[in-house]
């Protein structure tokens, strides 16, 4: 966190951090809550259900006056897939448009009440902070943990289904074409709801040098590193600040691991319940392809504490990566960027089975630096994955010699 550190600027002395309370959104910011309250005064900014994980963490937070909890939990955590499907991204669009209203509101008269920071960053979910911030004259920069999403004039283009970098030049063309897709695609959504985005303040959706307004334009901290992304024209906003891992303490049961045989972790994280059912049973039948080892599924949900357990196959609630990730020898994980970063971090080898959002492209990056092996082929390729665990186990007992 020092690269965030540097960044502060001078006279600076209390920065409000904001995000929705979503672990893969929540924890990043609260790595860097914890770095930055050794320096400044800092308060965590999010819904109800955030505030244990908050102050577990040992930070101040606070609760924006509102119900959220459970309208962003069923908008974040649907019971399908939503990839790029139109209708399905503009239901979901629809319905985030109008928590966020309230949200900007509420947050509006939390600063009237209790006096504003000399310094805002917000996760890249909450775009309406900007435009309550430009109200309040306080700086806001955006905290993006994954910087696929954010839109260039070149380079691959995220939500795309994983695109590589072209190879040639009819690659280069369908990779432009694609990028005009997704910028037509978000100027019809938001001309088709200018009339329940205006509350909002945010009037466009592009500033006049193309950035998005979603996006912070004086500082966008990347939680990546540039040598991973492919490589494209970054605008002068972003600084890649490098991943921010942390794990608030959770009280759960300890994955259980067996003297002399292998581990695996499988992770879907906190979202994507529509499909862990059927993951759940593709993961048994892969266990039983590799009856000496042991496989641990985490559910990605602390608040159940029941363990159950079949065979090799151990089904837990909740995982602490911070703590346990170092002890498995392969992982199989959706693409989400904290896993992904704390498999990088503690060199576990990994099989990425991505099915929503941006885990495409985390996946083909993976892939493409020989980081992951991207899992192709649905439900029945996890099923027939004993192969890929195994070369992939072997390929790191080699390298460890």
Same mark, same amino acid.
């Given at each position: 966190?020092?690269?965030?550190?540097?960044?502060? +600027?001078? /006279?600076?002395?209390?920065?409000?951090?904001?995000? +929705?309370?979503?672990? /893969?959104?929540?924890?990043?910011?609260?790595?860097?809550?914890?770095?930055?309250?050794?320096?400044?005064?800092?308060?965590?900014?999010?819904?109800?259900?955030?505030?244990?994980?908050?102050?577990?963490?040992?930070?101040?937070?606070?609760?924006?006056?509102?119900?959220?909890?459970?309208? %962003?939990?069923?908008?974040?955590?649907?019971?399908?897939?939503?990839? $790029?499907?139109?209708?399905?991204?503009?239901?979901?669009?629809?319905?985030?448009?109008?928590? #966020?209203?309230?949200?900007?509101?509420? #947050?509006?008269?939390?600063?009237?009440?209790?006096?504003?920071?000399?310094?805002?960053?917000?996760?890249?979910?909450?775009?309406?902070? /900007?435009?309550?911030?430009?109200? !309040?004259?306080?700086?806001?920069? $955006?905290?993006?943990?994954?910087?696929?999403?954010?839109?260039?004039?070149?380079?691959?283009?995220?939500?795309?289904?994983?695109?590589?970098?072209?190879?040639?030049?009819?690659?280069?063309?369908?990779? !432009?074409?694609?990028?005009?897709?997704?910028?037509?695609?978000?100027? !019809?959504?938001?001309? #088709? !709801?200018?009339?329940?985005?205006?509350?909002?303040?945010?009037?466009?959706?592009?500033?006049?040098? /193309?950035?998005?307004?979603?996006?912070?334009?004086?500082?966008?901290?990347?939680?990546?590193?540039?040598?991973?992304?492919?490589?494209?024209?970054? +605008?002068?906003?972003?600084?890649?600040?490098?991943?921010?891992?942390?794990?608030? +303490?959770?009280?759960?049961?300890?994955?259980?691991?067996? $003297?002399?045989?292998?581990?695996?972790?499988?992770? %879907?994280?906190?979202?994507?319940?529509?499909?862990?059912?059927?993951?759940?049973?593709?993961?048994?039948?892969?266990?039983?392809?590799?009856?000496?080892?042991?496989?641990?599924?985490? %559910?990605?949900?602390?608040?159940?504490?029941?363990?159950?357990?079949?065979?090799?196959?151990?089904?837990?609630?909740?995982?602490?990566?911070?703590?346990?990730?170092?002890?498995?020898?392969?992982?199989?994980?959706?693409?989400?960027?904290?896993?992904?970063?704390?498999? #990088?971090?503690?060199?576990?080898?990994? %099989?990425?089975?991505?099915?929503?959002?941006?885990?495409?492209?985390?996946?083909?990056?993976?892939?493409?630096?020989?980081?992951?092996?991207?899992?192709?082929?649905?439900?029945?390729?996890?099923?027939?994955?004993?192969?890929?665990?195994?070369?992939?186990?072997?390929? $790191?007992?080699?390298?460890?010699?």
């Amino acid at each position: 966190m020092q690269r965030l550190l540097a960044l502060i +600027p001078p /006279g600076t002395s209390r920065i409000d951090l904001l995000a +929705p309370p979503f672990a /893969g959104h929540l924890h990043p910011v609260l790595a860097m809550g914890r770095a930055l309250a050794e320096h400044y005064q800092v308060r965590i900014l999010s819904t109800q259900k955030a505030l244990p994980r908050i102050h577990a963490a040992g930070l101040t937070g606070v609760a924006i006056e509102g119900e959220y909890d459970d309208a %962003l939990c069923a908008v974040a955590n649907p019971q399908y897939a939503v990839k $790029t499907h139109p209708v399905r991204l503009y239901r979901q669009f629809r319905e985030v448009v109008g928590l #966020l209203v309230n949200f900007s509101h509420a #947050l509006a008269q939390y600063w009237r009440d209790e006096g504003t920071p000399d310094l805002v960053i917000s996760d890249f979910t909450l775009p309406v902070v /900007g435009e309550v911030c430009r109200q !309040f004259s306080v700086p806001w920069w $955006t905290s993006l943990p994954s910087p696929c999403a954010l839109e260039t004039a070149d380079g691959v283009p995220g939500y795309c289904g994983g695109l590589l970098p072209p190879r040639n030049g009819v690659a280069r063309v369908v990779q !432009f074409l694609h990028r005009k897709k997704v910028r037509g695609f978000k100027r !019809f959504i938001f001309w #088709l !709801f200018r009339e329940t985005i205006r509350p909002t303040g945010i009037h466009r959706l592009y500033r006049e040098d /193309g950035s998005e307004s979603a996006y912070s334009a004086h500082c966008i901290l990347a939680l990546s590193e540039e040598n991973f992304e492919f490589p494209r024209t970054w +605008p002068a906003a972003v600084h890649f600040i490098g991943p921010a891992l942390y794990t608030p +303490p959770v009280i759960v049961p300890q994955p259980p691991f067996e $003297t002399g045989k292998r581990h695996v972790l499988v992770t %879907l994280g906190t979202h994507l319940d529509w499909h862990k059912a059927e993951v759940t049973r593709a993961v048994a039948k892969l266990a039983q392809t590799l009856p000496d080892w042991v496989f641990h599924l985490t %559910l990605g949900n602390p608040d159940t504490a029941s363990v159950a357990h079949q065979s090799n196959l151990y089904c837990l609630p909740w995982v602490d990566y911070d703590r346990w990730i170092a002890e498995y020898d392969a992982v199989i994980h959706h693409g989400g960027a904290g896993i992904m970063w704390h498999c #990088l971090k503690a060199e576990r080898p990994a %099989l990425v089975y991505p099915v929503d959002y941006d885990q495409f492209d985390h996946a083909a990056r993976l892939a493409w630096h020989g980081k992951g092996i991207w899992l192709k082929g649905g439900i029945h390729a996890l099923e027939q994955a004993k192969p890929l665990l195994l070369h992939l186990v072997q390929s $790191t007992v080699k390298n460890e010699k």
